[in-house]
């Protein structure tokens, strides 16, 4: 009890309280400081997925070796199909829980209009199933993947794949494929008879989190909470020189 | 135990350690703004950024030091404050370090074991 009078007793002095309005005019600085940059952080973060989810060429994504941060990306593609270069990848599964039926996904060469090759995944059909391809140009809207790396040793039996892998499959078809390869979200015009468009694995292009602008945010708050550390440390320690003396 | 000289050297190793990144990233930002273009692309490099957040994390180390020997040495609020805001201005903690030890080298005996 004594010692809470103690501290009131310093706490109202003038000088102190005059300091206690200067902490709370310094907490309040401190805390919108920290928010502003909490609002940077956001705002970046914003701008990134915006930037990331605008649909743009194929052509700018695709090459010998795919930027990380495109994975998932959604591209648009105009070329057309070679229709004897298709690969099916074994043991693929089309729906969820009691209603999923194993098939084949049915990836293509595509080659683009400006002479590039891609790896196509135009979607799962039946084991052994039957679809069309168009032999017509087409416009694609298809998402980047990066390549099954899973499995790396994995071999073709009966003509069927294990995993996508656009350095095999430039091989087996003799072009030189972009790495990676897309997944179909639309074909246009549409086939009557195309295989079944299936998800992509990664559904949405990575941005960078704007770390520095975060850690400011928080430096700020903490820095108010320290200044209130030290009010309260520099009450204690004033009262007991007082006592001293 | 006399607990100055401990607080001074953990201080001057706090205020060596930000002054340092501090003085880099300080260096660094003036030749990327003046010469290297940062203010229009905002293509800075990863390092630059890292230098930055390391001085703020560092500088809370430095207040630590810093609150610890001005309370040792009974430092009133104001001289307290500017010892504190010397790790946030470029080269000055390194200012505040000769001040401090010049501060205790000719400090009388009495207020030292005062301390003890």
Same mark, same amino acid.
């Given at each position: 009890m004594r010692s809470r009078n103690k501290y009131l007793h310093e706490f109202l002095k003038p000088v102190s309280i005059v300091v206690a309005l200067l902490l709370v005019g310094v907490c309040v600085l401190f805390f919108f400081l920290g928010k502003w940059q909490w609002d940077r952080t956001q705002n970046i973060l914003n701008a990134e997925r915006a930037a990331a989810a605008a649909i743009i060429s194929a052509r700018e994504v695709l090459g010998? !070796?795919?930027? %990380? =941060?495109? +994975?998932?990306r959604t591209v648009v593609a105009s070329g057309s199909y070679d229709i004897t270069h298709v690969a099916r990848i074994g043991n693929r599964l089309s729906g969820g829980g009691d209603n999923a039926n194993v098939g084949q996904w049915i990836v293509s060469d595509f080659e683009l209009d400006t002479g590039e090759h891609v790896a196509v995944l135009r979607g799962w059909v039946p084991p052994d199933g039957t679809y069309s391809t168009p032999s017509e140009e087409v416009e694609l809207r298809a998402v980047v993947q990066p390549n099954e790396a899973f499995y790396e040793d994995s071999k073709q039996i009966d003509g069927v794949y294990a995993v996508i892998d656009s350095a095999v499959l430039s091989s087996e078809w003799g072009v030189t494929l972009s790495d990676g390869f897309l997944v179909v979200e =639309? !074909? +246009?015009? &549409? =086939? %009557?008879? &195309?295989p079944k468009v299936v998800p992509p694995t990664i559904q949405t292009a990575e941005v960078a989190f704007p770390l520095q602008n975060f850690f400011y945010a928080v430096q700020w708050w903490i820095f108010a909470l320290f200044a209130i550390a030290l009010y309260v440390r520099w009450i204690m320690v004033s009262s007991r020189q007082r006592d001293i003396r | 135990m006399n607990k100055i000289p401990s607080a001074l050297l953990a201080f001057r190793i706090m205020a060596w350690v930000t002054g340092v990144v501090l003085a880099s990233a300080t260096v660094w930002a003036l030749l990327g703004y003046l010469l290297w273009g940062y203010a229009d692309d905002g293509g800075k490099p990863g390092l630059y950024s890292l230098l930055w957040v390391a001085h703020g994390w560092l500088y809370f180390a430095y207040l630590i030091a810093a609150v610890n020997l001005a309370f040792l040495l009974r430092f009133p609020i104001l001289k307290t404050v500017a010892l504190l805001l010397a790790g946030t201005i470029p080269f000055a903690s390194f200012y505040a370090d000769f001040v401090m030890h010049r501060y205790v080298r000719n400090l009388p005996q009495t207020k030292a074991d005062a301390s003890q």
């Open positions: 010998p !070796e795919l930027d %990380p =941060s495109d +994975f998932g =639309s !074909e +246009f015009p &549409a =086939s %009557p008879n &195309a | -």
